[in-house]
């Protein structure tokens, strides 16, 4: 699923490292001053400052080999700075962005799913466009599926499923993310409607209900789903 970003990712990272030849060799502070030329979302930058040239060739290896169709659970990523990042770009500003399509997103015709992902990724670079066709071409479950093992395979993240009566609202979903990764680092939640459900929520972890006793939250989404 990945493959498309992944591919424009590199692009982006190769098409920029040969601009500067001398790239590795740079200090921190002048690699920064050259970011700007560097269409990508800021953790890659950031990746890209730190990282030194044999950890980045060693990352490489590793995404075109799941680019080429590897296997993610038969590679080393645990120590690979680059699926780190991705790791927290995915969890973090790209959910960001997720949480902010309702249920509906998914059922709407194509066209609709396209404008509406152009509205949020309103971006001309190769990069977004590759983001937009991740948002357009899969389902919500489809694309939690893969976060979920891009999670696991990186980090050993557990398995976290909030089901709540209706689509909760876009902040209520930040604030539950920021406080689940605070218990559960590197996790990717999946939010499921649960009409069955009278009031609150349930959330799951590695398969097991948990009593996170978030009363303000509950009083939230009690007072969205009246």
């Given amino acids: ?25 740079l200090a921190e502070k002048t690699r920064e001053e050259k970011m700007g030329s560097f269409k990508a979302p800021s953790v890659f930058k950031k990746y890209l400052i730190e990282v030194s040239g044999a950890h980045f060739l060693k990352d490489l290896h590793l995404v075109l080999e ?10 080393s990523l645990k120590h690979s700075v680059f699926f780190h990042a991705l790791l927290e770009f995915f969890s973090d500003s790209f959910t960001t962005k997720l949480d902010q399509l309702d249920a509906r997103f998914y059922l709407l015709p194509y066209e609709d799913r ?8 309103d971006s001309e670079s190769r990069v977004a466009g590759a983001l937009r066709e991740l948002l357009v071409g899969n389902s919500y479950q489809e694309l939690a599926e893969a976060f979920e093992q891009l999670s696991k395979c990186v980090a050993d993240a557990g398995t976290i499923m909030v089901q709540s009566p209706r689509d909760i609202p ?18 990717f939640p999946v939010f499921q409607i649960n009409r069955q459900l009278i009031g609150g929520f349930r959330v799951f972890v590695n398969g097991k209900s948990t009593d996170l006793s978030w009363f303000s939250k509950v009083q939230k989404l009690l007072a969205f789903s009246h």
């Fill in 1 to 25: 699923m990945f493959n498309s970003f992944l591919s424009a990712l590199l692009y982006e990272i190769l098409s920029f490292l040969v601009k500067h030849g001398d790239y590795f060799e």
């Fill in 66 to 75: 799941v680019i080429n169709g590897a296997d993610m659970n038969g590679l």
């Fill in 114 to 121: 396209v404008k509406k992902a152009r509205e949020l990724l």
């Fill in 170 to 187: 876009a902040e209520l979903k930040k604030e539950m993310r920021k406080e689940l990764s605070e218990k559960h680092p590197h996790s």
